[in-house]
């Protein structure tokens, strides 16, 4: 199910201000118009790992916009199970993004080796399903915990 931009900045923990200047820095954001856009699940964790390289890298929007597209691509068409088992390796230098294993010693050396950063792309989408979860809960239950809060479904890839 899409998520509405509101629903990313709850989600990534980022004002309005905020999210409107990513949109404006990221190319695949960018051709978006309007504050009912709606994004894929997919979308939300490459948004995820964009925002971990900037708050634990220091990496600004600006530079990693330049790889962005290969995130965004990544999260959005390799299936969720394989993502899950993953590390993000990205190297603004030569603007590539790759999973690798990191159970495999000389993925993560080679990664070392060439890669800037490495972000726990898996780690992100556990939390990102418990987030999902934790949020959607049946009627039943909503009533009796929630009383008058009636929130949108949370998104699903």
Not at 115 to 125: A, K, Q, S
Request: glycine share 4%; proline share 4%.
């Amino acid at each position: 199910m899409p998520c509405h931009q509101d629903e990313i900045c709850e989600e990534l923990q980022i004002s309005r201000q905020t999210w409107r200047k990513w949109r404006s820095e990221l190319p695949r954001l960018a051709s978006r118009k309007g504050g009912k856009s709606r994004f894929t699940s997919g979308e939300l964790l490459a948004l995820k790992a964009l925002h971990y390289l900037k708050r634990q890298h220091g990496v600004p929007f600006r530079k990693s916009a330049q790889v962005s597209d290969e995130i965004f691509d990544l999260c959005r068409y390799t299936h969720w199970d394989e993502i899950t088992a993953s590390v993000l390796a990205i190297n603004t230098k030569s603007k590539t993004a790759e999973l690798i294993d990191p159970s495999n010693e000389e993925e993560v050396f080679k990664a070392f080796s060439v890669t800037i950063y490495l972000v726990p792309i898996g780690e992100l989408l556990v939390e990102l399903k418990d987030n999902i979860h934790r949020d959607y809960e049946p009627a039943s239950l909503q009533k009796a915990t929630r009383h008058e809060d009636h929130r949108a479904e949370p998104c699903y890839r």
